[in-house]
């Protein structure tokens, strides 16, 4: 069984490096020194429970209130040291691979497999000492909670090579405190959380804030890279269904084992507690970071807010207005158009009826800018136009928005005025729709 937990821990770890190769930030070339952060991160970890079992196992505060010394002592003995301690495989591989850590989409990806390979060996311990538990509610959310409190000192590392113009020090040793308070707490909520009826909520709560963290730090990275390219970043529906497909085997193989080794009404209850609620967390992971809304330089401060929004659709083309739903970052349909991006194809009409340009028109998208909250625009030139004529594209944000699965279908807009796109306070509404279309090449 020994041989079982191991493989499990570390492939249940393993899927979110699969995730970097899935959105196409992770390069072939770097699979050894991928391998090495992720094995020294496992190292790490074993060094880190040795430290606190045996060098730090007294280890205490004289405080009269059990509950605030069980706080202090996570954040301290298990935050602050865990979070030292997963330094450590990102000091050994920029040593050897220094070439590997000169853009900051690395230095994110290589933090963040170095907390895989400390959870995946924590895992594999926890299921060691808790017989049959591989994949459990437990072992799914430290998982994410481990890559998602590191991604905060990556955030600060990050600023301070990449971004920031005045260095300062200080701001790095303040986010790995907040990330080991962070590690910490989530240790210590995971002893109180069942003692409160709702104590489950401010543990959704807790993931939503991380994982919008984590998603902003991974933004950030990529929009400083040197290597920017809109069109770079997959994120599509088949790397959601993908990944959510992995983690259902793993539920699948956690309840087999345990309907084998307990009994099926036991492995149904441990299902049900598995996936009701780190399920939706899961869920909300996986398809917030496939939806990353790059932005040349754009630099996002660290804050609290949720992973998704209700959006106001603004009245155009005799809709009227309405809110809806959605995971915050890029649409699906905005990977399908960047293809085309400083590429000439051509625009068909979705219906010949009363159609403004007719037939297929060619067209070249010069520019991808963003209006008010960050609304996605193509700027076009109509190539076979004798006017020079240049006009808008909006990518089509609900319903269907592919023909055939694969051309996206955009909304087309006239601009009266050049500069107005200047101003980014205005919306689809401020320009004059004049049909869908949808694009391919020529």
């Not at 450590?88 to 590997?100: G, W």
């Not at 409160?196 to 730090?217: C, D, R």
């Not at 998704?308 to 990977?335: M, P, Q, V, W």
Request: with cysteine; net charge positive.
């Amino acid at each position: 069984m020994t041989t079982i937990y191991l493989f499990i821990a570390v492939l249940s770890s393993w899927i979110w490096v699969h995730y970097f190769k899935l959105i196409n930030v992770l390069d072939k070339d770097k699979t050894t020194s991928t391998y090495l952060t992720f094995s020294l991160g496992a190292g790490a970890f074993f060094l880190f429970k040795y430290i606190s079992d045996h060098l730090l196992g007294n280890f205490g505060f004289n405080i009269e209130n059990k509950i605030l010394e069980h706080l202090f002592i996570s954040v301290f003995k298990i935050g602050l040291i865990g979070e030292f301690i997963k330094l450590i495989p990102i000091m050994v591989v920029y040593l050897l691979f220094k070439n590997h850590l000169k853009t900051p989409i690395y230095v994110f990806v290589y933090f963040t497999i170095s907390a895989l390979g400390f959870s995946a060996f924590e895992n594999f311990l926890y299921s060691y000492h808790n017989e049959f538990y591989v994949f459990n509610e437990k072992v799914i959310l430290r998982t994410i909670s481990e890559m998602f409190s590191t991604s905060i000192i990556a955030y600060g590392i990050i600023d301070y090579r990449f971004h920031s113009s005045q260095k300062k020090p200080l701001r790095i040793a303040l986010l790995i405190l907040l990330a080991a308070f962070l590690h910490g707490f989530y240790d210590f909520w995971q002893y109180y959380e069942n003692l409160n009826i709702f104590g489950f909520i401010l543990t959704i709560i807790f993931f939503l804030i991380m994982m919008s963290i984590f998603a902003n730090t991974l933004t950030n990275s990529l929009n400083l890279s040197e290597d920017f390219a809109y069109g770079r970043l997959i994120g599509s529906k088949k790397n959601i269904d993908k990944l959510i497909k992995y983690y259902v085997i793993f539920i699948i193989i956690q309840f087999l084992l345990m309907s084998w080794k307990k009994n099926f009404s036991f492995a149904i209850d441990n299902l049900i507690n598995t996936i009701w609620y780190s399920g939706f967390v899961v869920y909300i992971s996986i398809n917030r970071l496939n939806k990353i809304k790059i932005i040349k330089n754009r630099w996002n401060k660290l804050k609290i807010e949720f992973p998704f929004t209700f959006y106001r659709i603004d009245a155009f083309n005799g809709r009227s207005a309405a809110y809806k739903f959605k995971f915050k970052g890029e649409t699906f349909n905005e990977e399908f158009i960047d293809v085309y991006y400083n590429d000439t194809c051509s625009i068909y009409p979705l219906s010949n009826r009363n159609s403004f340009i007719v037939q297929n028109k060619l067209i070249f998208i010069e520019k991808k800018f963003f209006l008010k909250n960050d609304e996605t625009f193509y700027f076009v030139k109509m190539v076979n136009d004798d006017k020079n004529e240049y006009m808008l594209l909006k990518p089509k944000t609900s319903g269907k928005n592919l023909v055939k699965k694969k051309y996206p279908i955009v909304a087309l807009f006239s601009i009266h005025d050049l500069d107005d796109l200047k101003n980014n306070k205005l919306t689809a509404s401020d320009f004059q729709f004049r049909e869908w279309v949808f694009i391919k090449h020529r």
